[in-house]
């Protein structure tokens, strides 16, 4: 195809690496000997075969040919800067609630009444992987204890008044109290999007499961009674999601006369598949009594010693850790001299990190000084998720690292978490 070349349209300017080509016409340029760079002085010749542009004067002067309407230049690189901007939204869950005093009734022998109190729990929770409520019998400030989820007098010989389902008289008859709750989103979440899932769990031991939103029995061990699989919104106005308590109560023809307390504890844990919170006990003497393994560090240096000699030689214990629910073993082992003891944790700790987590000392010990037991503000993202192992090969978890002399993996001086599988 002939292209028709305008000779009137030339100009010679700033040439910096000058050679142009095209393959279907050409163009030869020569140039006058007074190198003007706005000179239009020069003969331009085409034919219809080829097309080059040449100027020899590389790193003096630009080329800027129009031809029939089409514009051709060369461009000098630029440097450039790239300007990066990071914004990091914490983690922030909180449970509150009011009216926790209204649970009150008088309740004649025989009687059975509901909906007795209301409490009003509200939940806000930005983790887009939700959260969970879980729920225990906490009276006299107990968990797992006999007397936990009962109703308690301090009348001599009353008997407790236990959890159950009984509404009229039975055989035998026995008082007893229930728990019900109800999820909605808040008054002004009018989608319902915020609301939570009531859960369910056994009546009674080995029962069928029932939702907890009839009434059901008080869990004497933290017991998951609601979750979220996604964040609310954080508007204290039209955000959150709302959880209702009340409860129930049958009183027997033979119990006896006075007032009865109990407690009911509900705590929020993040995300939504997170174990349920586990209970410590700070005043343990016995290994017995120990909940879980910062019951060690808290306890006062008399009972620690107590703990440590009511505890076998070499015998493994299970202990949960308060910080991930999960159980672990430990032992005592002599160190040096007779009665010289040192407890040790004879397994790796269970990591499960997620690197599109932000972690912070809302859900870890990030940033907590053992030395004044407080947390300071600190955020941690791991540059890699726990591995899961498939095989008992330990060497294949190293995922293209290198180990060294000692034996382990180094991966780019980044530490690495795996599952223990079969190792």
Known sequence: MKRKINSQVFRLVNYTHALASHKNSSLSLSLSNSLNPLSTNGSISSSTNSYKALAGLAGLFSLTIITG?????????????????????????????????????????????????????????????????????????????????????????????VTGLATTTGNPDI???????????????????????????????????????????VPNEYTKVAHKNAATSMDETTGGATLTTTYAAYISK??????????????????????????????????????????????????????????????????????????????????????NYDIWMTQNLDLDLDASRTYTNEDTDIGYNTQTGTYTTAAWSPARSTYATATNNIHEWCNGGTWNSGGYCELNNTPESYDPGNL
């Open 254 to 339: 033979t119990q006896a006369a006075g007032s009865y307390q109990g407690q009911v504890i509900y705590a929020l844990v993040h995300p939504a598949s997170s174990d349920a919170p586990v209970v410590c006990n700070s005043n343990a003497t016995t290994i017995s009594e120990v909940k879980c393994l910062q019951d060690f560090a808290h306890v006062t240096s008399t009972n620690l010693n107590s703990i440590i000699n009511s505890m076998t030689p070499e015998t493994q214990y299970t202990l949960k850790d308060s910080r991930d629910g999960k159980s672990y073993t430990i032992a005592k082992y002599q160190v040096g001299q007779t009665n």
């Open 175 to 217: 008082s007893n109290w229930a728990m019900k709750l109800t999820a909605t989103g808040d008054s002004g979440d009018t989608s319902g999007t915020n609301a939570l899932t009531i859960d369910s769990a056994p009546n009674t031991s080995g029962g069928s499961a029932a939702s907890f939103a009839s009434y059901h029995i």
């Open 69 to 161: 309407g089409i514009f051709y230049t060369t461009s000098a690189s630029a440097d450039s800067v790239v300007d990066q901007i990071n914004i990091t939204v914490p983690v922030s869950c909180s449970l509150s609630g009011t009216g926790m005093a209204s649970h009150t009734a008088t309740i004649s022998n025989g009687i059975y009444q509901n909906n007795i109190g209301s409490t009003t729990l509200k939940a806000f929770c930005n983790d887009t992987a939700g959260f969970a409520i879980y729920a225990a019998g906490y009276t006299n400030n107990t968990i797992g204890e006999t007397n936990s989820n009962k109703l308690v007098s301090n009348t001599s010989g009353a008997e407790p008044i």
